[in-house]
């Protein structure tokens, strides 16, 4: 005779134990067993790290161990999570850092006498020639003006392109001015307090004398406006007409030793940085 068992298909007739259509009770969310790491879909952490260059898996779990690595805010405490690269945010010693690998942000250092576009009906150059098709859907960050040299970013995240150009935003852009004229002692003070000009006020961030020499100036200007030609119009306004202007900072990203014209690929690390600072 063949035993059954507990695990057999076989059931006890009708009326002999549980009724055949009795339902059975739902199960209440204390008594599932939560997903582990291994059940959750994604990546582990330290081939994501890995591969995004933040050093070999075994570095990225020493790091992990150390705690100097977090996912949406919050440290690591276990090695072998999983992640999602194209949704979680994930931060070595609290500097995100990019992972999707279809977007792109390069640094350009405009030479003077381009204009800030990718094309032009007048066959101007542009800074649309400079870049060619290096990347598809590539916009420019912001504008400099035709006779402006220096930093310009140009991606194709349209969303952190909007963010890093929207006033609101408020992100910080620095420049170097060469001017005619001597710097009155008061004039940073009265920069950061504000200055009126035909369309509003406008005040700096801060601003210092980096050289002078036979009648000329260099001054660096830190604002967060946009307006068209406000440094130039600005200065000119204090009585220091402006000779020559280069834009040496946007926010974290700066243009160290560019030569004019070249270009560069943002690291994962800067490209985390311009979206922490826009809340992205």
Request: one cysteine or more; proline letters at 4%.
């Amino acid at each position: 005779m063949n035993a059954t068992t507990p695990d057999d298909e076989t059931t006890t007739a009708a009326g002999q134990g549980w009724s055949e259509d009795m339902e059975l009770a739902p199960v209440h969310p204390g008594d599932r067993t939560p997903a582990s790491d291994d059940d959750r879909q994604g990546e582990r952490l330290q081939k994501v790290l890995a591969r995004a260059g933040v050093g070999s898996r075994r570095v990225c779990e020493d790091m992990i161990e150390a705690g100097r690595i977090s996912v949406n805010g919050a440290v690591v405490q276990v090695q072998g999570m999983r992640v999602d690269p194209s949704t979680d945010k994930i931060a070595v010693d609290g500097v995100r850092i990019e992972l999707r690998d279809d977007r792109v942000t390069y640094a350009l250092n405009k030479p003077t006498g381009v204009i800030t576009a990718m094309s032009d009906d007048r066959n101007r150059p542009t800074v649309g020639d400079m870049v060619g098709d290096l990347a598809p859907g590539l916009v420019h960050v912001g504008r400099l003006d035709q006779d402006t040299e220096g930093l310009l970013l140009l991606t194709n995240d349209g969303e952190l392109a909007h963010r890093l150009a929207h006033p609101s935003f408020e992100v910080r852009k620095t420049y170097l001015a060469q001017v005619s004229g001597s710097v009155p002692r008061d004039l940073a003070k009265r920069l950061r307090a504000g200055v009126e000009l035909d369309d509003g006020q406008v005040k700096v961030d801060s601003f210092r004398v980096v050289d002078t020499h036979a009648g000329q100036s260099v001054v660096e200007v830190v604002l967060h406006e946009g307006r068209k030609h406000i440094v130039r119009r600005l200065l000119a306004h204090v009585g220091l007409p402006v000779s020559r202007l280069t834009r040496t900072a946007i926010g974290p990203i700066e243009l160290q030793r560019m030569r004019s014209g070249s270009i560069r690929k943002l690291s994962r690390g800067e490209l985390g940085q311009l979206q922490e600072l826009v809340g992205l």
